[in-house]
Protein backbone atom coordinates (compact mmCIF):
# COMPACT_ATOMS: atom_id res chain seq x y z
CA UNK A 1 0.00 0.00 0.00
CA UNK A 2 1.47 3.51 -0.80
CA UNK A 3 2.29 5.65 1.47
CA UNK A 4 2.86 9.19 2.81
CA UNK A 5 3.95 10.66 5.83
CA UNK A 6 4.03 14.61 5.82
CA UNK A 7 6.13 16.42 9.21
CA UNK A 8 5.36 18.16 11.18
CA UNK A 9 1.31 18.31 11.36
CA UNK A 10 0.70 21.91 12.23
CA UNK A 11 3.49 24.41 12.27
CA UNK A 12 3.12 28.33 13.39
CA UNK A 13 5.39 30.77 12.39
CA UNK A 14 5.72 34.85 12.42
CA UNK A 15 5.58 36.27 9.24
CA UNK A 16 8.61 36.87 7.24
CA UNK A 17 9.78 33.34 9.10
CA UNK A 18 10.84 30.81 6.22
CA UNK A 19 9.39 27.29 6.84
CA UNK A 20 10.24 23.61 5.41
CA UNK A 21 7.73 21.15 4.77
CA UNK A 22 8.62 17.85 4.41
CA UNK A 23 7.30 14.85 2.78
CA UNK A 24 8.48 11.16 3.03
CA UNK A 25 6.44 8.51 0.73
CA UNK A 26 6.59 4.67 -0.12
CA UNK A 27 5.07 3.60 -2.85
CA UNK A 28 6.01 1.13 -5.97
CA UNK A 29 6.48 1.95 -9.02
CA UNK A 30 7.04 5.99 -8.30
CA UNK A 31 5.93 8.31 -11.36
CA UNK A 32 5.11 11.73 -9.38
CA UNK A 33 5.08 13.51 -5.92
CA UNK A 34 2.32 16.90 -6.36
CA UNK A 35 2.73 19.61 -3.63
CA UNK A 36 -1.10 21.36 -3.23
CA UNK A 37 -2.31 24.35 -1.26
CA UNK A 38 -5.75 23.56 0.67
CA UNK A 39 -7.17 26.81 2.32
CA UNK A 40 -10.35 26.70 2.51
CA UNK A 41 -11.78 23.68 0.63
CA UNK A 42 -10.64 23.28 -2.69
CA UNK A 43 -7.00 21.85 -3.14
CA UNK A 44 -4.48 24.53 -5.55
CA UNK A 45 -2.01 22.71 -7.93
CA UNK A 46 1.06 24.12 -6.17
CA UNK A 47 4.60 21.78 -7.73
CA UNK A 48 4.73 18.52 -9.89
CA UNK A 49 8.44 16.85 -9.21
CA UNK A 50 9.33 13.89 -11.22
CA UNK A 51 12.84 14.35 -11.16
CA UNK A 52 15.62 14.15 -8.24
CA UNK A 53 17.41 17.02 -7.40
CA UNK A 54 15.76 19.83 -9.59
CA UNK A 55 14.50 22.41 -7.78
CA UNK A 56 10.93 23.67 -8.78
CA UNK A 57 10.15 27.84 -7.90
CA UNK A 58 7.23 29.50 -7.89
CA UNK A 59 7.88 32.88 -5.91
CA UNK A 60 8.72 32.18 -2.48
CA UNK A 61 8.17 28.88 -2.75
CA UNK A 62 10.06 26.03 -3.94
CA UNK A 63 10.41 22.55 -4.12
CA UNK A 64 12.67 19.85 -4.31
CA UNK A 65 12.66 15.99 -4.37
CA UNK A 66 15.08 13.01 -3.40
CA UNK A 67 14.29 10.10 -4.90
CA UNK A 68 16.89 7.77 -3.66
CA UNK A 69 15.44 9.06 0.07
CA UNK A 70 12.01 9.18 -0.95
CA UNK A 71 11.58 12.29 0.30
CA UNK A 72 10.33 15.71 -0.61
CA UNK A 73 10.41 19.32 0.77
CA UNK A 74 8.64 22.49 0.45
CA UNK A 75 10.11 25.70 1.15
CA UNK A 76 8.28 29.15 1.35
CA UNK A 77 10.27 31.98 2.36
CA UNK A 78 9.47 35.36 3.58
CA UNK A 79 6.35 34.12 4.47
CA UNK A 80 2.99 35.93 4.29
CA UNK A 81 -0.25 35.71 6.51
CA UNK A 82 -2.06 34.77 3.07
CA UNK A 83 0.28 31.49 3.30
CA UNK A 84 -2.07 29.90 5.68
CA UNK A 85 -3.31 26.84 4.93
CA UNK A 86 -3.29 23.01 4.93
CA UNK A 87 -0.09 21.88 2.48
CA UNK A 88 -0.74 18.29 1.06
CA UNK A 89 1.54 16.10 -0.03
CA UNK A 90 0.47 13.23 -2.77
CA UNK A 91 2.19 10.68 -4.66
CA UNK A 92 0.87 9.21 -7.94
CA UNK A 93 2.04 5.28 -9.26
CA UNK A 94 3.01 4.41 -12.80
CA UNK A 95 0.79 1.53 -14.25
CA UNK A 96 -2.61 3.93 -14.66
CA UNK A 97 -3.52 5.52 -17.14
CA UNK A 98 -5.38 8.48 -15.31
CA UNK A 99 -3.49 9.81 -11.69
CA UNK A 100 -4.58 7.94 -8.28
CA UNK A 101 -3.18 9.89 -6.03
CA UNK A 102 -2.16 9.02 -2.29
CA UNK A 103 -2.26 11.87 -0.50
CA UNK A 104 -0.64 12.48 2.78
CA UNK A 105 -2.21 14.09 6.10
CA UNK A 106 -1.14 17.20 5.30
CA UNK A 107 0.75 19.98 7.28
CA UNK A 108 -1.07 23.23 8.67
CA UNK A 109 0.47 25.88 8.73
CA UNK A 110 -0.51 29.40 10.65
CA UNK A 111 1.57 32.73 9.87
CA UNK A 112 0.80 35.46 12.67
CA UNK A 113 1.57 38.92 12.46
CA UNK B 1 -8.57 31.09 -15.48
CA UNK B 2 -10.91 27.85 -16.08
CA UNK B 3 -12.07 25.94 -12.62
CA UNK B 4 -13.66 23.25 -11.74
CA UNK B 5 -17.28 24.08 -10.18
CA UNK B 6 -18.96 21.95 -8.25
CA UNK B 7 -22.77 22.20 -6.72
CA UNK B 8 -24.20 22.13 -4.21
CA UNK B 9 -21.61 23.09 -2.06
CA UNK B 10 -23.57 21.59 0.62
CA UNK B 11 -25.98 18.95 0.94
CA UNK B 12 -27.95 17.84 3.67
CA UNK B 13 -29.64 14.13 3.47
CA UNK B 14 -31.65 11.64 5.55
CA UNK B 15 -29.46 8.18 5.93
CA UNK B 16 -30.34 5.84 3.28
CA UNK B 17 -31.40 8.66 0.63
CA UNK B 18 -29.83 8.66 -3.00
CA UNK B 19 -27.72 12.00 -3.40
CA UNK B 20 -26.23 13.26 -6.72
CA UNK B 21 -23.19 15.16 -6.62
CA UNK B 22 -22.30 17.33 -9.83
CA UNK B 23 -19.44 18.81 -11.12
CA UNK B 24 -18.40 20.40 -13.84
CA UNK B 25 -15.18 20.08 -15.20
CA UNK B 26 -12.29 22.17 -17.43
CA UNK B 27 -13.82 21.74 -20.48
CA UNK B 28 -11.35 20.52 -22.62
CA UNK B 29 -9.74 18.36 -19.74
CA UNK B 30 -10.27 14.35 -21.22
CA UNK B 31 -9.60 12.89 -17.25
CA UNK B 32 -12.24 13.33 -14.54
CA UNK B 33 -11.81 11.98 -10.45
CA UNK B 34 -13.88 11.96 -7.52
CA UNK B 35 -11.56 12.30 -4.09
CA UNK B 36 -13.22 12.75 -0.79
CA UNK B 37 -12.09 13.79 2.44
CA UNK B 38 -13.84 13.08 5.63
CA UNK B 39 -13.30 15.37 8.64
CA UNK B 40 -9.93 16.06 10.11
CA UNK B 41 -8.47 12.70 7.59
CA UNK B 42 -6.93 12.82 4.21
CA UNK B 43 -8.11 13.08 1.10
CA UNK B 44 -8.81 9.74 -0.75
CA UNK B 45 -9.31 8.58 -4.43
CA UNK B 46 -12.71 7.26 -5.27
CA UNK B 47 -12.75 6.84 -9.06
CA UNK B 48 -10.95 7.85 -12.40
CA UNK B 49 -13.11 8.41 -15.58
CA UNK B 50 -11.82 8.72 -19.13
CA UNK B 51 -13.51 7.90 -22.84
CA UNK B 52 -16.89 7.39 -20.69
CA UNK B 53 -16.21 4.78 -18.88
CA UNK B 54 -14.50 4.60 -15.51
CA UNK B 55 -11.11 3.71 -15.57
CA UNK B 56 -9.90 2.96 -11.90
CA UNK B 57 -11.90 2.85 -8.75
CA UNK B 58 -10.90 2.25 -4.87
CA UNK B 59 -11.91 0.09 -2.56
CA UNK B 60 -14.46 2.71 -0.67
CA UNK B 61 -15.97 2.87 -4.42
CA UNK B 62 -18.59 -0.16 -4.12
CA UNK B 63 -21.97 -0.81 -5.48
CA UNK B 64 -23.59 2.06 -3.62
CA UNK B 65 -21.38 4.80 -6.09
CA UNK B 66 -21.99 5.42 -9.83
CA UNK B 67 -20.44 7.75 -12.10
CA UNK B 68 -21.83 9.49 -15.44
CA UNK B 69 -21.05 11.84 -17.76
CA UNK B 70 -24.97 12.21 -18.88
CA UNK B 71 -23.50 15.23 -21.31
CA UNK B 72 -20.46 17.03 -23.15
CA UNK B 73 -20.14 18.53 -19.57
CA UNK B 74 -21.61 17.87 -16.47
CA UNK B 75 -19.89 14.79 -14.59
CA UNK B 76 -21.74 13.30 -11.85
CA UNK B 77 -21.01 10.94 -8.79
CA UNK B 78 -24.58 9.57 -7.45
CA UNK B 79 -24.54 7.46 -4.02
CA UNK B 80 -27.75 4.89 -4.15
CA UNK B 81 -28.26 5.00 -0.37
CA UNK B 82 -26.30 6.90 1.80
CA UNK B 83 -24.77 5.93 4.89
CA UNK B 84 -23.77 7.81 8.24
CA UNK B 85 -20.25 7.04 7.11
CA UNK B 86 -20.23 9.01 3.68
CA UNK B 87 -20.53 12.16 5.37
CA UNK B 88 -17.32 14.17 3.70
CA UNK B 89 -16.32 16.50 1.62
CA UNK B 90 -17.04 15.48 -1.78
CA UNK B 91 -14.10 16.85 -4.78
CA UNK B 92 -14.24 16.86 -8.35
CA UNK B 93 -11.42 16.53 -10.34
CA UNK B 94 -10.13 17.01 -13.57
CA UNK B 95 -7.21 16.56 -16.06
CA UNK B 96 -6.28 17.79 -19.73
CA UNK B 97 -4.08 13.71 -19.79
CA UNK B 98 -3.57 11.36 -17.20
CA UNK B 99 -0.40 11.34 -15.12
CA UNK B 100 -0.96 15.10 -15.05
CA UNK B 101 -1.75 17.65 -12.40
CA UNK B 102 -4.96 17.52 -11.11
CA UNK B 103 -7.38 20.51 -10.64
CA UNK B 104 -9.77 20.00 -7.97
CA UNK B 105 -13.28 21.98 -7.02
CA UNK B 106 -14.23 23.41 -4.24
CA UNK B 107 -16.09 20.37 -2.75
CA UNK B 108 -19.47 19.27 -2.09
CA UNK B 109 -20.10 19.12 1.76
CA UNK B 110 -22.10 15.96 2.40
CA UNK B 111 -23.94 15.09 5.58
CA UNK B 112 -25.73 12.11 6.19
CA UNK B 113 -28.07 12.33 8.95
Known amino acids: EDKVVQSPLSLVVHEGDTVTLNCSYEVTNFRSLLWYKQEKKAPTFLFML????IEKKSGRLSSILDKKELFSILNITATQTGDSAVYLC?????????????FGTGTRLQVTL | EPEVTQTPSHQVTQMGQEVILRCVPI?????FYWYRQILGQKVEFLVS????????KSEIFDDQFSVERPDGSNFTLKIRSTKLEDSAMYFC???????????FGSGTQLSVL
Open chain 2, 49 to 56: FYNNEISE
Open chain 2, 27 to 31: SNHLY
Open chain 2, 93 to 103: ASSWVGNEKLF
Open chain 1, 90 to 102: AVERKGGTASKLT
Open chain 1, 50 to 53: TSSG
